[in-house]
């Protein structure tokens, strides 16, 4: 049985990886309409991702026998500034959401509830390799700098990302 605690940061986090979705569904949108196809992808991709992490924690409270609650997803920013910008944007959210995780992972080993630490984990690795993928988009965009060329490019390789999938951009 899941604590009223636990159950109360669980839903929360579903509410944040909502609106995790949300923000790259918006990021994706807006590259689109900027005709960076690529980058767009990568970001419905993303978004998509966010909506299983939502998922996969609904499902988890739901097993448990405890009590989903979903409240009102915060909206996205309305204007996003360069390709560099947005992903530093994702990033910081990124390192943010980390800290949540890092959060209720603690709670569920205060808590003995090794179900609940078991799903953190999950989470706690996840974790790493995002801000690994987005830390490492940062990185290239930062090189690539005013290179309209080299950006392009880098549209043109994100846009590889299976649906929904998991990739890195490759190593430099
Ligand atoms: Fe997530
Ligand atoms: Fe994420």
Sequence with gaps: MLSERMQRALNEQINRELFSSYIYLAMATHFEEKSLDGFA??????????????????????????????????????????PLEIFRQALDHERKITGHIHDIYRLAVEERDYAAQSLMEWFVNEQVEEEDTVGRIVDQLDLAGDDRAAILLLDKELGQRPQGGESAPSAP
Excluded: C, D, K, N
Aim: glycine share 14%; net charge negative; hydrophobic share 35%.
């Design 41 to 82: 992808q990568w970001m419905y991709g993303q978004s998509q991702e966010e909506y299983g992490h939502a998922m996969r924690i609904l499902r988890h409270v739901l097993e448990r026998g405890g009590h989903v609650e979903l409240g009102a997803i915060e909206a996205p920013p309305a204007e996003f500034g360069s």
